[in-house]
């Protein structure tokens, strides 16, 4: 698959999770949930073919070690960045769930709410003022008067 066709599909993954956004930083798109980024589509290996870039649970860090496709992520991989080169037949069943997983560390509970179908929280109604706090607040007005 063409380079250019897998960023695609890397993209229209990554774009259907709930508040995903695509920005460019270092001159590779970024995926990100709110503001934190989940995915990093760039280039590097042999001939420049594509890598995808993911912050993996500790669990799968240590699953895909192994594996030769799959290495640290420079500068950031002490943080669980994982990167994957895409070269060849690239599973993209197994790359969906993983962007989940990544995108599950970064997002805020309000979007994994929305991913999970779980319907919006109510809004937290302010605190009630105690009666400590009100005869404070009125020696406090007493004091400014006097």
């Known amino acids: 698959m063409a380079r250019d066709a897998v960023l695609e599909k ?13 920005g460019e930083s ?12 989940f995915a ?3 280039t590097g290996g042999d001939a420049g073919e594509g ?16 594996d030769p496709r799959w290495s640290v992520t420079h500068y950031i991989g002490k943080h669980g960045w994982r990167t994957r080169t895409m070269k060849g037949k690239v ?17 805020p509970r309000k979007l994994l709410a929305a991913l999970d ?19 404070r607040a009125a020696a406090r007005a007493l004091r400014k008067r006097g």
Do not use: N
Request: with cysteine; proline share 10%; hydrophobic share 45%.
């Open 10 to 22: 890397v993209r229209q993954i990554c774009l259907s999770l709930p508040g995903a956004t695509e």
């Open 26 to 37: 270092f001159g590779h798109p970024w995926f990100r949930a709110a503001k934190k980024p």
């Open 40 to 42: 990093i589509y760039g």
């Open 51 to 66: 890598t995808l870039s993911l912050k993996l649970p500790e669990a799968l860090c240590a699953a895909v070690a192994g």
């Open 91 to 107: 599973d993209f069943a197994e790359i969906a769930m993983l962007v989940e997983t990544s995108y599950r560390m970064a997002a």
């Open 117 to 135: 179908g779980e319907p919006a929280a109510a809004p937290k109604a302010p605190p009630k003022a105690t009666a400590k706090g009100k005869h």
